[in-house]
């Protein structure tokens, strides 16, 4: 009879841990699922074919859109990617595979300092870096304030994703008599080649919805502007604007942005995904 | 066809430690050689000398002289990259690359060292898994299934294609059976033996029995020495070292 109970108290306990679990499993994604919800709640209604293809209207007037601020985040986000991207992964390549001694030591200690640098000071440096020289606002300057943010946490994740390709792939491959440049780039970098693709499309995800930055480089715009060396618009900054303005119609404009810039970053992350995803192989197939 | 391996006064270190001290070997075109010692005697550095995998490693260090055929390995004016490409290497565990497929798996020493021409390619492919005795069980899902979905066995005989593919003069084997079933490792074991028609294969191995099987050729290692290096018969016969003798009396190791 001991023996039984014992072994009811064992399944009890491990009912009770497992419901725990799951319920804080349930906890963690509830914050998500509340936002995105709200935001469907608050913002779809204001969403039709003049939020996605109009420029803002003056206050008072009805309908306009967002369609500069779409596109301006897509400018601003191209350039940051554009650079930020190669460099931060050229330089997680660096750390993994040839960074030894003290110089890597110092890369690495940079970028996790710059990756705890608040993004407003990142702002307010290029500001007075860029802005302040060239005297006037630009797309220009937000990439490269979103660039910045995007370097650290780039390298650093093709660095982990890099280094936990098992050494005997690396040897294997240098057994062949393949060159080390060639044995990275289409080895290691390969093998690591999804995981590196999260961390890039974490840091994408994060910096596509900054704002302090922007609000020191590419200002925002009511109009349409094409030129990337003028002031541009772009969904956070408009956001930002609309919600601390005292209309109700901004106000619901900048619930239907919010959404749009959650879903945009979704289908960003989410074409990547697909687009790398084709040719490789995974482990199992 | 298979070349020669000479070797004179090798020496290996890691770091301070001197892992071998003045090997002197002649290794025959076309035969296999084992070699065989306990764990840690450098049998192991003693290969990846050979190919100048030894100095991939941060601070190993090599003196001596290897020539294999008439490419002198460690000369001033050759190529880490070109010795490699002529000794062919197998390792202890199977090691495909995982995000490939079969068919990329076995073209890779090619491909990615320029080769480009894609009938070329698949006919190389084919010979390779067939010398490797793959082929029959690959032949359908060349380009559909991943190195690292094969079984064990299948992923080392991978391994062997791979390494034939470069077409290398010489074998270089690292305990290829050593994490594998006994019928795995009868079918490497008889790859062995069709492969030495072909190349001079060296093979590690701590299993005196399979020495025994698949060698021409032995030589016994021990604590960074060549103790005895004679035929096969001879060493597991009438070995003349008493050192030799205890071991594959197996009184230690």
Same mark, same amino acid.
């Given at each position: 009879?001991?023996?039984?109970?014992?072994?009811?108290?064992?399944?009890?306990?491990?009912?009770?841990?497992?419901?725990?679990?799951?319920?804080?499993?349930?906890?963690?994604?509830?914050?998500?699922?509340?936002?995105?919800?709200?935001?469907?709640?608050?913002?779809?209604?204001?969403?039709?074919?003049?939020?996605?293809?109009?420029?803002?209207?003056?206050?008072?007037?009805?309908?306009?859109?967002?369609?500069?601020?779409?596109?301006?985040?897509?400018?601003?986000?191209?350039?940051?990617?554009?650079?930020?991207?190669?460099?931060?992964?050229?330089?997680?390549?660096?750390?993994?595979?040839?960074?030894?001694?003290?110089?890597?030591?110092?890369?690495?200690?940079?970028?996790?300092?710059?990756?705890?640098?608040?993004?407003?000071?990142?702002?307010?440096?290029?500001?007075?870096?860029?802005?302040?020289?060239?005297?006037?606002?630009?797309?220009?300057?937000?990439?490269?304030?979103?660039?910045?943010?995007?370097?650290?946490?780039?390298?650093?994740?093709?660095?982990?994703?890099?280094?936990?390709?098992?050494?005997?792939?690396?040897?294997?491959?240098?057994?062949?008599?393949?060159?080390?440049?060639?044995?990275?780039?289409?080895?290691?970098?390969?093998?690591?080649?999804?995981?590196?693709?999260?961390?890039?499309?974490?840091?994408?995800?994060?910096?596509?919805?900054?704002?302090?930055?922007?609000?020191?480089?590419?200002?925002?715009?009511?109009?349409?502007?094409?030129?990337?060396?003028?002031?541009?618009?772009?969904?956070?900054?408009?956001?930002?604007?609309?919600?601390?303005?005292?209309?109700?119609?901004?106000?619901?404009?900048?619930?239907?942005?919010?959404?749009?810039?959650?879903?945009?970053?979704?289908?960003?992350?989410?074409?990547?995904?697909?687009?790398?995803?084709?040719?490789?192989?995974?482990?199992?197939? | 066809?298979?070349?020669?391996?000479?070797?004179?006064?090798?020496?290996?270190?890691?770091?301070?430690?001197?892992?071998?001290?003045?090997?002197?070997?002649?290794?025959?075109?076309?035969?296999?050689?084992?070699?065989?010692?306990?764990?840690?005697?450098?049998?192991?550095?003693?290969?990846?000398?050979?190919?100048?995998?030894?100095?991939?490693?941060?601070?190993?260090?090599?003196?001596?002289?290897?020539?294999?055929?008439?490419?002198?390995?460690?000369?001033?004016?050759?190529?880490?990259?070109?010795?490699?490409?002529?000794?062919?290497?197998?390792?202890?565990?199977?090691?495909?690359? %995982?995000?490939?497929?079969?068919?990329?798996?076995?073209?890779?020493?090619?491909?990615?060292?320029?080769?480009?021409?894609?009938?070329?390619?698949?006919?190389?492919?084919?010979?390779?898994?067939?010398?490797?005795?793959?082929?029959?069980?690959?032949?359908?899902?060349?380009?559909?299934?991943?190195?690292?979905?094969?079984?064990?066995?299948?992923?080392?005989?991978?391994?062997?294609?791979?390494?034939?593919?470069?077409?290398?003069?010489?074998?270089?084997?690292?305990?290829?059976?050593?994490?594998?079933? %006994?019928?795995?490792?009868?079918?490497?074991?008889?790859?062995?033996?069709?492969?030495?028609?072909?190349?001079?294969?060296?093979?590690?191995?701590?299993?005196?029995?399979?020495?025994?099987?698949?060698?021409?050729?032995?030589?016994?290692?021990?604590?960074?020495?060549?103790?005895?290096?004679?035929?096969?018969?001879?060493?597991?016969?009438?070995?003349?070292?008493?050192?030799?003798?205890?071991?594959?009396?197996?009184?230690?190791?």
């Amino acid at each position: 009879m001991a023996k039984q109970n014992v072994g009811l108290r064992r399944r009890l306990v491990n009912w009770f841990m497992t419901g725990m679990a799951a319920v804080f499993s349930l906890i963690v994604l509830m914050p998500l699922f509340a936002i995105f919800i709200y935001l469907i709640y608050k913002g779809i209604g204001s969403i039709d074919l003049n939020f996605l293809t109009k420029l803002p209207q003056p206050v008072g007037e009805k309908g306009g859109g967002m369609a500069n601020a779409i596109v301006g985040s897509g400018v601003i986000l191209g350039i940051a990617s554009a650079w930020g991207i190669p460099l931060g992964i050229g330089a997680g390549i660096y750390l993994a595979e040839f960074g030894t001694g003290k110089y890597a030591q110092l890369v690495r200690f940079t970028a996790d300092v710059l990756n705890g640098v608040p993004s407003i000071v990142i702002g307010i440096a290029v500001y007075s870096l860029i802005v302040l020289r060239q005297g006037h606002f630009s797309a220009l300057s937000g990439g490269v304030a979103l660039g910045i943010m995007m370097v650290p946490t780039v390298a650093r994740t093709t660095e982990e994703m890099l280094l936990m390709v098992p050494s005997n792939v690396r040897e294997a491959a240098l057994g062949l008599g393949i060159p080390q440049w060639r044995s990275t780039l289409s080895i290691s970098v390969r093998t690591a080649a999804s995981g590196i693709i999260t961390g890039v499309m974490l840091a994408f995800a994060r910096v596509a919805g900054e704002t302090a930055p922007l609000m020191f480089t590419a200002l925002g715009n009511d109009y349409w502007n094409s030129d990337p060396r003028q002031p541009t618009a772009a969904l956070p900054l408009q956001i930002f604007n609309y919600a601390k303005s005292p209309y109700d119609e901004w106000h619901r404009q900048a619930w239907a942005a919010a959404l749009v810039l959650i879903v945009l970053i979704f289908m960003a992350v989410t074409a990547v995904r697909i687009v790398a995803g084709r040719g490789q192989m995974r482990h199992s197939a | 066809m298979g070349v020669g391996i000479e070797v004179k006064e090798l020496n290996a270190w890691f770091g301070k430690a001197q892992v071998l001290q003045d090997i002197e070997m002649t290794v025959e075109p076309n035969k296999v050689t084992a070699v065989i010692g306990p764990s840690g005697c450098g049998k192991s550095t003693f290969v990846r000398c050979l190919n100048r995998m030894h100095e991939v490693v941060a601070d190993a260090r090599v003196t001596g002289k290897v020539k294999i055929g008439d490419v002198d390995v460690y000369g001033p004016s050759t190529a880490a990259v070109d010795v490699r490409r002529r000794i062919g290497m197998v390792f202890q565990k199977a090691n495909p690359f %995982p995000t490939m497929s079969i068919y990329d798996n076995v073209a890779a020493g090619l491909k990615l060292n320029g080769f480009r021409n894609r009938r070329q390619l698949d006919e190389i492919v084919e010979r390779s898994l067939n010398m490797a005795a793959l082929w029959h069980e690959v032949k359908d899902v060349l380009k559909k299934k991943s190195g690292a979905s094969l079984s064990g066995g299948q992923q080392q005989r991978l391994c062997i294609a791979r390494a034939l593919a470069v077409e290398p003069d010489v074998l270089v084997m690292d305990e290829p059976a050593s994490a594998l079933d %006994p019928i795995s490792t009868g079918k490497i074991e008889e790859l062995v033996n069709e492969l030495k028609e072909q190349y001079t294969v060296v093979i590690v191995t701590h299993n005196m029995q399979q020495a025994a099987r698949v060698a021409d050729f032995t030589g016994f290692f021990l604590m960074g020495r060549l103790i005895e290096f004679d035929r096969t018969e001879k060493i597991f016969t009438t070995p003349s070292d008493k050192r030799t003798e205890d071991y594959i009396t197996g009184r230690f190791g």
